[in-house]
């Protein structure tokens, strides 16, 4: 497996980690039930796109993303100060198109910078994108 392939697939399983602990989060501040059923089925879209990129790793014998409990805590401590004041579906909804809009970024730039990576990874990374943007047009009903 190429560098460029494992720095993708890391870049992956670092998005979808983040994705799954910021809705986690969220999960306890939320009482609308249309809501919490969104943030679940994006939670197992994201579980599902992590192990993707977790097994493709293992199977090349390649080492996988440190979890990073620094940030996980930083991330959820951010989450927690950010709704301190304020749970109106709108205002999570809002944190989550910002976070998913990182997200992407970042897969963005993965892509582009790691151009000799192969077809499979970069169709895992196309699928996060996608399911990142679907999942923004999702919470924009909530704004």
Known sequence: MKQDDIAILREIQKNTKMAMAAIDTLLD????DKFIINLSR??????????????RLIEEKSRTCRENQVSEMILRGSVH??????????????????????????????????????????ELAKELMDFEEKNIEQLKDFL
């Open 81 to 122: 100060a950010n709704t301190l004041f304020n749970t109106s579906l709108s205002h999570l909804a809002e944190m989550l198109i910002q976070g998913s809009n990182r997200g992407l970024t970042s897969m963005y730039k993965s892509v582009k910078h790691h151009t000799s990576a192969d077809e499979r990874s970069v």
């Open 29 to 32: 501040k939320v009482e609308d």
């Open 42 to 55: 994006q939670s197992v879209g994201y579980a599902r796109i992590h192990n993707d990129a977790v097994e």
